[in-house]
C-alpha cells in the first residue's frame, strides 16, 4: 500500500516514515505543501497523512481540492491544533480522521490501517481467500494455520492482490501501490515476484489462485482459466 506523508517538521516526518515502512507502507514525502499537492494530484494514493500547518500551501487547502476534484483518498490530519472547533473544520472539510499532536506513533500507524481497511471495505486486518489467512497488521500468511515465510514484497503484492480479491489489478496498479519508484510497469519484475509467490504458496499445498488476464492483469481468488 503507498502512503503519501505531508509533514514539514524533519524529526516528525522521518519517524513516522520509519513507522509506517516497517508496518510494509510503501511512502512518498514532502515537506511542503505544494510539492505534497503536486504528490497527491499525480499519484494514486492508499492514505494520505496530512500536516495542516505546512510551508507554501496549508493541509486544509490540499485537502479541500483534493475532494473538489472528487478524490476519495483516505486522509488522516495530524495537527497540533487541538481545539474541537480546529477538528471539526478539518474533517467537515473531507478528512476521514484527525489525530492531535503529540500522539503515539503506533497509535498513527493503526489508523491508517483502518482508513486503508475502510477503502477496500474489508472489516479487519486478518482476512482470508479459501483456506488462506493474511494478517495485515502482523505481515503472517498461514494456509491451514500453518505459516508460509514470505519475503516483504511478496507479501505487500499478496496483500494487494488479496485486498482486491476478484477484481482484475493491472501491472500499473501493482506498480503504483507495492514498488518504492513509480517506475516502468512493463519490466519483468513483476513477474518474477509473482513466480516465487506462486511457488511458495502452491508448495503448501494451495492451488494457484493466481489468474493471468493476459493483456489486463491478475486475480486473486477467482477460478483458473
Not at 473538489?68 to 488522516?76: M, N, R, S
Not at 503529540?102 to 498513527?108: I, M, W
Not at 500453518?146 to 503484492?157: D, G, R, S, V
Request: with cysteine.
Amino acid at each position: 500500500m503507498r502512503c503519501l506523508l505531508i509533514e514539514d517538521y524533519l524529526p516528525l516526518r522521518t519517524s513516522i516514515r520509519e513507522w509506517l515502512w516497517d508496518a510494509g507502507f510503501v511512502v512518498d514525502e514532502s515537506g511542503t505543501g505544494d510539492v505534497g499537492l503536486w504528490h497527491a494530484s499525480n499519484y494514486a494514493y492508499d492514505v494520505i497523512v496530512l500536516d495542516l500547518m505546512l510551508p507554501e500551501i496549508d493541509g486544509l487547502t490540499i485537502l479541500r481540492k483534493l475532494r473538489d476534484l472528487h478524490d476519495k483518498t483516505p486522509v488522516i490530519i495530524i495537527s497540533a491544533k487541538d481545539a474541537v472547533s480546529q477538528r471539526i473544520e478539518g474533517l467537515d472539510a473531507g478528512a476521514d480522521d484527525y489525530l492531535v499532536k503529540p500522539f503515539d506513533l503506533a497509535e498513527l500507524v493503526a489508523r491508517v490501517r483502518v482508513l486503508v481497511r475502510r477503502k477496500f471495505a474489508l472489516e479487519k486486518s486478518e482476512f482470508t481467500i479459501g483456506d488462506l489467512t493474511i494478517n495485515s497488521a502482523k505481515k503472517l500468511v498461514t494456509f491451514s494455520g500453518k505459516p508460509i515465510p514470505l519475503t516483504p514484497l511478496e507479501f505487500k503484492l499478496l496483500e494487494y492482490l488479496a485486498h482486491r480479491q476478484g477484481e482484475t489489478v493491472s501491472r500499473a496498479d501493482i506498480q503504483a501501490h507495492i514498488y518504492h519508484d513509480h517506475g516502468d510497469s512493463g519490466s519483468n519484475k513483476i513477474d518474477v515476484c509473482l513466480t516465487y509467490l506462486r511457488k511458495k504458496l502452491t508448495a503448501h499445498g494451495l492451488p494457484d489462485l493466481i489468474t493471468t488476464r493476459r493483456g489486463h492483469g491478475f486475480v486473486i481468488g477467482a477460478a483458473q482459466e
